[in-house]
């Protein structure tokens, strides 16, 4: 097994034909020798800001990198994790059930993935979310082929498909930004894939009318920076920032409507109302959405093998 943080020099199957999305390419490595990944350029101001703004629990060990590391230093026991995954991507630890479904059914570690990639893995999961559809890996193929590009797996839009968003331009500088969290804090059944052979094109009908019962009733949603109160609500948060404030929806309340105003002026997709008499136990409802591993896989100690490779603290669904 390769070096956990490191999205290179990985095991992989070779393509029948390959996919590449050459609308991602960004130039922040270039000069790097040897075509490796660029240092760290993050003040630590910005690393305790976002890990503020995020909420980011004590129990992810979120660390911030030494000076003159890359992306593939992550300490042994420890995985590398993108900063817009958690900013434009809406990404919250931990990990809904979705993504960790996703990579496990890619066969990708999330340090493999871009932050385009994550972009789009979340907008489908609030888009479906808000229209009450099945959010499933199937579905999400429906839209969307896994490519490859500059060392880093991302989604493109399937050939025929409904746009659900639009990728954002000039996203530069993403791999620079970086830090280290607890393996097990992603919880899933990670692998490493080969980023030199590219990708196979899946062949699977795209969303219809005539292809799914449902299609009548999406509508799409742009891409969209989620505060934590709304990602809470959309049951892709597991914590609200303060858990002794009521929920940013409730009965009676404009903030339903203003929400979704945030989406489209007229949007007509739908959220749960919460009464706050009746769903005090909401974080414990939702706790089936994410995959949370246990205490005992939080405090057990990193395992090393004799090359000093480290190896995740144990994946499965909870």
């Known amino acids: 097994m390769a070096e956990p943080s490191n999205p290179h020099n990985v095991e992989g199957e070779n393509p029948e034909r390959p996919v590449v999305d050459t609308d991602e390419d960004e130039d922040d490595d270039v000069d790097v ?3 490796g990944l660029p240092v760290l ?20 060990k979120a660390t911030y990198p030494q000076d003159g590391d890359t992306g593939a230093d992550a300490p042994a026991g420890y995985i590398t ?12 630890l931990p990990v809904t059930v979705f993504v960790a479904e996703v990579l496990e059914y890619y066969h990708l570690h999330i340090s493999q993935l871009s932050p385009f990639g994550m972009f789009r893995i979340r907008n489908f ?6 229209h009450s559809l099945p959010i499933t890996v199937e579905n999400f193929r429906r839209f969307y082929q896994l490519t490859v590009n500059t060392g880093f797996f991302s989604f493109t839009q399937r050939h025929g498909s409904l746009k659900l968003m639009t990728p954002p331009k000039g996203v530069t500088g993403w791999k620079k930004k970086f830090f280290y969290v607890k393996a097990c804090a992603v919880y899933a059944s990670m692998s490493f894939r080969n980023v030199n052979v590219g990708v ?5 009908p795209i969303a219809t009318a005539q292809t799914v019962d449902w299609f009548s009733r ?3 949603i742009e891409l969209k920076k989620l505060d934590n109160n709304q990602l809470w609500v959309l049951r892709m948060m597991l914590t609200r920032p303060n858990r002794k404030a009521r929920p940013v929806l409730r009965e009676k309340s404009v903030d339903a409507v203003g929400l979704w105003r945030k989406f489209e002026p007229d949007f007509e997709g739908q959220v749960e109302l919460i009464p706050v008499e009746l769903k005090e136990g909401f974080n414990l409802e939702i706790l089936g959405n994410f995959r949370v591993p246990t205490r005992a896989m939080l405090d057990a100690p990193v395992p090393v093998d004799a090359r000093g490779i480290s190896y995740p603290c144990g994946f499965g669904e909870v």
């Open 218 to 220: 999406l509508r799409p």
């Open 81 to 92: 994790l993108w900063a817009d995954f958690f900013t434009d991507g809406n990404l919250r």
């Open 33 to 35: 020798a040897g075509g």
């Open 41 to 60: 350029k993050w003040s630590k101001t910005g690393f305790r800001n976002l890990m503020a703004t995020v909420q980011m629990a004590e129990d992810w």
């Open 200 to 204: 196979s094109d899946e062949d699977i």
């Open 125 to 130: 999961e609030y888009t479906f979310r808000a």
